[in-house]
């Protein structure tokens, strides 16, 4: 059974970083691609990074580019998202997600494995 769970999520101010983690495990962390999302209250889940399961590949929203860097850990069975210059527009659950197909994470929401969450407020 696979699971996913999201850690370092907090209250910070404006301007500040926040390092989130997700620990995959019940299967081969290896063989999967890996992506985090997000959602804010009364909004749609939003995609905001994504890596191939190697790490050489990694895709980002257009809200979080340049801002935001997704890393794994083969080793450790870890996904990382360094949250730099956060802004109160940041705020939401972040979600990471897991699938053997990093195309299914990048085109739709439907990637097999998901983490519970942990939330990300910044306040102004």
């Known amino acids: 059974q696979v699971q996913l769970v999201e850690s370092g999520g907090g209250l910070v101010q404006a301007g500040d970083s926040l390092r989130l983690s997700c620990t995959f495990s019940g299967r081969t962390f290896s063989t999967y691609a890996t992506g985090w999302f997000r959602q804010a209250p009364g909004k749609e889940r939003e995609f905001i990074a994504a890596?191939?399961?190697?790490?050489?590949?990694?895709y980002y929203a257009d809200s979080v580019k340049g801002r935001f860097t997704i890393r794994r850990d083969n080793a450790k069975d870890t996904v990382y998202l360094q949250t730099n210059s956060l802004k109160p527009g940041d705020t939401a659950v972040y979600y990471c997600?897991?699938?053997?197909?990093?195309?299914?994470?990048?085109?739709?929401?439907?990637?097999?494995?998901w983490g519970q969450g942990t939330q990300v407020t910044v306040s102004s």
């Open positions: 890596c191939s399961w190697d790490g050489s590949s990694s």
């Open positions: 997600a897991a699938d053997p197909s990093l195309r299914v994470i990048l085109d739709n929401f439907l990637a097999a494995y």
